[in-house]
């Protein structure tokens, strides 16, 4: 069984910034993606960045969050993956889940909010 836990949502002010972490533990085994979702009320669950493993290093974002979000893994603990956040919009106010997939099973996060509000 593998473990997501995240750390890092809040509530702020529009053009502010938050940083997202999410640890991996348990039976991670080889990781083939690490990546954040999120999902606002009354809207299905999105994809917002990803890291893929398998076949070489490849990140992927939204359309939505180009140039303002950077996915990255630590490199000395790979079971750990962060959002850097910054020019936060309205729009943005979501739960943010961390998503794990390995060996065809995907794993998720408890999730946590983030708020963009004056």
């Known amino acids: 069984q593998v473990q997501l836990v995240e750390s890092g949502g809040g509530l702020v002010q529009p053009g502010g910034s938050l940083r997202l972490s999410c640890a991996a533990s348990g039976s991670i085994g080889s990781i083939n993606s690490m990546g954040w979702y999120r999902q606002a009320p009354g809207t299905q669950r999105e994809l917002v960045a990803r890291i893929t493993s398998t076949g070489g290093r490849i990140i992927t974002y939204a359309n939505f969050v180009k140039g303002r979000f950077t996915i990255s893994r630590d490199d000395n603990a790979k079971n750990t993956v962060y959002l850097q956040m910054i020019n936060l919009k309205p729009e943005d106010t979501a739960v943010y889940y961390c998503?794990?997939?390995?060996?065809?099973?995907?794993?998720w996060g408890q999730g946590t909010q983030v708020t963009v509000s004056s």
């Open positions: 998503n794990l997939q390995r060996d065809g099973y995907t794993y």
